[in-house]
């Protein structure tokens, strides 16, 4: 079985993470959606609602299924056989930070591959830290997350509205 992973720290998960899950679950048997726990890195959302906001975008992809992790992402691949990670790249100025981390990769668990898969056209401008600030002034964030989340998503960064 050929499984590949799908890290991040989908802080929350955006439509354009959705995008990049669907289609790498088509090249692949199964698809691990792996939050990565950042130690130095103080997330809006916990762990486990990260997981929980995942499990109810993607539910509707039945080869995929949602981890976390706190270490090196090659342990965690090691670990499952995992062949393969997958990346959305947005723009050059994802590309420096991706080419870094696939050959930091690489060294350390030569048999894992990076594939990258472009964005979305429509999903080019989406970043979850973009979704965050919309939703802190109340902005309409229906068009970037899943109709699912919307609501979790809403009452967590703005409470008070
Ligand atoms: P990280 O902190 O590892 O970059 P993110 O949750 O920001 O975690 O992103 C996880 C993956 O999803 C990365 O490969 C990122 O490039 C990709 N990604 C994020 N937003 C989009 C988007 N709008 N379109 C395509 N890929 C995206």
Redesign the pocket.
Known sequence: MRIGI??????P?????V??IERASKLFDEIVVLI?V?PN?EPTFSDHERKELIEKSISHIKNAKVDCFTGLLVDYAKKIGAVAV?????AVT?FE??FQMALINKKMYPEMETL?????SE???????IVKQVAKFNGDISSFIPATILQQVKEKICPER
């Open positions: 799908c890290s991040g720290s989908f802080d998960i955006t439509k354009g993470h995008d990049i990565l950042n890195k997958i990346r959305g790249l947005r994802d930070y991706e990258y898969l472009n964005t979305g999903y080019m401008y989406l970043s979850s830290s």
